[in-house]
């Protein structure tokens, strides 16, 4: 399950909304929201999420955290590493070939530690 999917079915739930419902609001399958919910399938085209946020009249801030949990959750991601340096190809292959066995609290170790260190890296600090 990505970001957003997990999003969108927390928001179905709390709402009950069956998702075969919302897929025919949304002029979808039932088949591709529930693959898109599952990880199955990509980040939903920029028109797609304005209609979600729409469907679920939210406005701001949550459809803002909807834009931003679309833009984190492509479930096929390639990460390109040429021209950096190879500690960088290392850590990406590592990381693909060994994320399957990584806890939710490892997951999320390395999520902060990550965003932690880039945005220390932005800010000018080592």
Do not use: C
Not at 36 to 43: I, M, Q, S, V
Not at 45 to 57: C, G, P, S
């Amino acid at each position: 399950m990505t970001p957003l999917g997990q999003k969108l079915r927390q928001m179905r739930a709390e709402r009950g909304i069956r998702l075969k419902d919302m897929a025919e609001a949304l002029d979808v399958s039932s088949a591709y929201l529930s693959a898109l919910e599952h990880g199955h399938r990509g980040k939903p085209t920029w028109f797609l999420l304005q209609r979600i946020i729409a469907y679920f009249n939210v406005i701001w801030d949550e459809a803002e955290e909807l834009q931003r949990l679309a833009d984190i959750s492509d479930p096929k991601v390639t990460v390109p590493t040429a021209g950096l340096p190879p500690k960088a190809t290392e850590l990406a292959n590592r990381l693909a070939a060994n994320i399957d066995s990584l806890s939710e609290e490892d997951l999320a170790y390395l999520t902060e530690e990550v965003v932690h260190r880039a945005a220390r890296r932005r800010a000018g600090r080592s």
